[in-house]
């Protein structure tokens, strides 16, 4: 008989045990011992149909493919961009995964893309064996061109998207800005004014420091309100 031992958004440590029986899934930071299931890392449990997950409160999350990362333009090669995305890892965007045509000989890559940039990317490959290769061919991809980007603690990336993107469609919804949150841990934000700007990034911290406490979609729509109320918007 299958059962589980935490509540939904209970703090585990690693070793924990979540839950037993065959009929249980174990998910993100989570490993199985015979028919039991231990949480990995410190952080909250989720658990959703029958899956037990957790999500990390500390550390940084190796690389995945097909995550969505926004990188920071580091390097320019003669048919690469050397991309940080604050991983153990560099990153590789080819001139391929980035442009339709490319001539090395007659090309320079920095006038497309240039050290400082930022880009929001795809992982494509990636398996500890060479560095994570990314695409920017791909609807809402590519190079950033206004906005800013903050950082995060990429173990806080769960929450600010939230359930269903619960506390994504908040920040959006009560804004009116456009939000794109890498699984890296930055987040490009591009609002109407510097005001609302200011607003979101406040909110997004909040969700940082709040993370661990029940409740906090609610309160984060409640503190946008009256902020923006202060400010006259």
Request: charge should be positive.
């Amino acid at each position: 008989m299958s059962k589980i031992h935490v509540a939904n958004r209970q703090i585990v440590r690693p070793g924990d045990l979540l839950a037993e029986g065959e009929d249980v899934k174990g998910g993100d930071y989570t490993y199985r011992v015979g028919d039991r299931v231990y949480a990995s890392v410190l952080g909250l449990a989720s658990v959703d149909n029958g899956v037990v997950s957790i999500i990390p409160l500390e550390g940084s999350p190796l690389p995945r493919e097909g995550d969505i990362v926004i990188g920071l333009v580091t390097g320019v090669g003669i048919t690469n961009w050397v991309v940080d995305i604050r991983a153990p890892y560099k990153a590789i965007l080819n001139a391929s995964e980035a442009l339709e045509s490319f001539n090395p000989i007659t090309d320079d890559l920095r006038k497309y893309i240039d050290v400082g940039d930022y880009i929001i990317a795809k992982i494509i490959v990636f398996d500890r064996t060479r560095n994570p290769m990314l695409t920017v061919k791909g609807k809402g991809l590519g190079k950033i061109t206004e906005g800013i980007v903050i950082d995060i603690k990429p173990s806080r990336v769960p929450r600010v998207i939230g359930k269903k993107k619960t506390m994504l469609n908040v920040l959006i919804e009560t804004t009116g800005c456009s939000i794109v949150v890498g699984q890296n841990g930055r987040v490009w934000i591009r609002c109407p004014n510097k005001q609302l700007e200011d607003i979101v990034v406040r909110a997004i911290h909040k969700i940082e420091e709040e993370a661990h406490i029940p409740g906090l979609t609610d309160r984060v729509k409640k503190f946008i309100e009256e902020e923006k109320k202060r400010a006259g918007l």
